[in-house]
């Protein structure tokens, strides 16, 4: 199964539109890892763009993207990437290469989850490095017998549950860079539960859309009194070690992961397939997610509860999951889309439920969490939500690559207009959601 192929119906781009303001680069496919000198970065201009005339955005509680970069930029590096509308996202290569967060316009909210009190305290090889993130690589799976997140014979239990160091530690290296997009490339080994060592090359590249680019991909022009923030990643791995990636010693995956600062009244809308076969949802990762936190309408979406007071995560499989999912606060009058690639035919996910899996590639394509307190009186990793896509389970050859595309969406405006851009892209209109 080749991962670059996907199908016609799914919501992607390829590498040559996300740099279409840049000389367009075609994809290498089955090739070994360039070994041409990185061009020279340039810096990123700091003028404040021109604001749009659309009508004025919401406010809403929290900080404002202006403040967290000011924080991040005392702790590190920061690549802030502007739009002429104001839109804005911010990259740190020192946290291996995040999208840390975004706004829909100059001087806006911060839309992104940062965890300011864990990168003031400077640690490091911690279980679970958090310090937040809209955008972060990661690799699949977390649990299981192929799990990367479990020391070997030890049980899957949260005491022993370890983030894998090279994902969570050290700087990435910038190997271009222009007014609107920047990449990233990086080597990573790590182990699974099953003692399999990988070595990986990562290509990472992060590039803010322009409107006409946000159309295409949501398939409707943006309506006005909307404002908007729309990027990209491109995410590359090459199987940079002697063997083949095989089933019988483990698969990995691309697993993007996007953390959020929940607002008032925010629930994630899931729409899946009521056609497909099995289960429409995982709900029993961390327990059965409660009634009042999940509901399922059978005409094909799911809304789940995501207020960073509850630890719960829900997953669905390759014959439920659609291309897209998102998320919605009425009162911050807030719309979030996640669309991701889908390859034609691919149905085995790799599996990060924390057991010894029946099978370990009918894992789930797509996830949403909603952080909370692991036990009682332990604290919550950081009171956020999650939205999360991942490639299918990769049986790499070496030197042969599989690319997983991720573009994130935040919407702000009147109600009528968000309600078009949720009927046309998740198919269900933000009007038809019971009271939740």
């Known amino acids: 199964m080749r991962v670059e192929r996907c199908s016609s119906a799914a919501l992607v781009f390829s590498v040559a539109c996300l740099t279409a303001c840049r000389e367009p680069v075609a994809p290498p496919v089955q090739t070994t890892p360039s070994a041409t000198p990185m061009n020279t970065p340039t810096q990123i201009p700091s003028a404040e763009p021109v604001a749009s005339s659309a009508t004025p955005a919401p406010q809403m509680s929290g900080v404002s993207f202006d403040d967290d970069v000011r924080f991040l930029g005392q702790h590190g590096a920061v690549k802030v990437l502007s739009a002429e509308s104001g839109a804005k996202i911010a990259i740190s290569s020192g946290h291996q290469a995040r999208v840390m967060t975004s706004a829909v316009m100059a001087s806006g909210k911060s839309l992104g989850f940062i965890n300011r009190a864990f990168i003031e305290a400077g640690k490091t090889g911690t279980p679970f490095d958090n310090y937040g993130g809209e955008d972060r690589f990661w690799l699949g799976p977390e649990g299981g017998q192929f799990g990367l997140y479990f020391p070997p014979q030890k049980p899957f239990t ?5 983030t894998p160091h090279e994902l969570q530690e050290g700087a990435w290296e910038i190997t271009d860079e222009s007014a609107t997009s920047i990449a990233f490339s990086h080597t990573i080994t790590v182990k699974n539960y099953g003692k399999r060592e990988f070595k990986v090359h990562v290509e990472r590249e992060i590039a803010l859309l322009d409107s006409a680019r946000a159309s295409a991909q949501l398939g409707l022009p943006i309506p006005e009194g909307v404002h908007w923030v729309g990027f990209a990643t491109t995410n590359r791995v090459t199987n940079a070690g002697k063997d083949p990636w095989q089933e019988k010693t483990g698969l990995l995956s691309i697993w993007i992961l996007s953390m959020f600062a929940p607002v008032a009244g925010t629930r994630v809308i899931v729409p899946f397939d009521p056609k497909g076969t099995g289960e429409i949802v995982n709900d029993r990762y961390f327990g059965k997610v409660p009634a009042d936190r999940l509901q399922i309408d059978g005409h094909g979406y799911l809304l789940f509860k995501c207020d960073g007071q509850y630890r719960s995560k829900i997953g669905l499989g390759p014959a439920r999951a659609k291309n897209a999912l998102g ?6 009058e807030l719309l979030t889309l996640v669309l991701y690639t889908r390859p034609e035919g691919a149905k ?5 439920m924390w057991e010894l899996q029946k099978d370990p590639y009918a894992g789930d394509v ?20 999650e939205i999360e896509s991942s490639s299918p389970a990769l049986a790499l050859a070496p030197n042969e690559s599989a690319t997983h595309v991720q573009q994130t969406f935040h919407f702000t405006g009147p109600r ?3 309600d078009l851009i949720a009927r046309k892209v998740l198919g269900v209109g933000l009007s038809e959601l019971p009271p939740g």
């Open 158 to 162: 949260f005491d022993n549950w370890q």
């Open 327 to 332: 998320s919605y606060s009425e009162p911050a």
């Open 348 to 352: 085995r996910y790799v599996n990060s």
């Open 366 to 385: 797509v996830n949403s969490y909603n952080d909370g307190p692991p036990a009682p009186g332990k604290p919550a990793l950081g009171g956020f939500y």
């Open 416 to 418: 009528e207009a968000l």
